[in-house]
């Protein structure tokens, strides 16, 4: 009797956390085999970063997706300041890892203590 009643709970429960599930900034969104049922999570869109590759990324309010992305361990900043021409990675941000040196790096590399802190993206 117990088992009866606890299969329809549970299928209930993995339909309803299918339903709820949300692809977090910096997850594919859409990859060789074409997009993934999930959506972004709130905030975020699904850009493109490369032919076979859209990740969620944030951008501005009625912004739309940067040009060009530099992906994760790439340069974003120098001695005469970030780049201009690319945008980091979604799910990683432009830290300092010397006074002349910046690079995208994901969260658990950056900003932590004993780590080099984000670099503040500048308006034009």
């Known amino acids: ?10 299928l209930a429960a ?11 900034v910096g997850g594919l969104c859409v990859g060789i085999a074409g997009p993934v049922k999930d959506t972004c999570v709130e905030g975020s869109v699904c850009c493109n970063v490369s032919p076979d590759r859209s990740l969620c990324t944030i951008v501005p309010k009625g912004g739309k997706c940067p040009d060009k ?18 945008t980091c990675i979604a799910g990683t941000s432009c830290c300092y890892v010397y006074p002349d040196l910046g690079l995208c790096l994901s969260p ?3 900003g932590k203590p004993g780590f080099p802190k984000p670099i503040e993206p500048k308006s034009d």
């Open 1 to 10: 009797m117990v088992r009866q009643l606890l299969l329809p709970i549970l």
């Open 14 to 24: 993995l339909v309803a956390r299918d339903a709820l599930a949300v692809i977090p």
């Open 69 to 86: 992305f530099i992906e994760e361990g790439g340069f974003c900043a120098g001695i005469a300041g970030p780049v201009r021409d690319g």
């Open 108 to 110: 658990e590399r950056c």
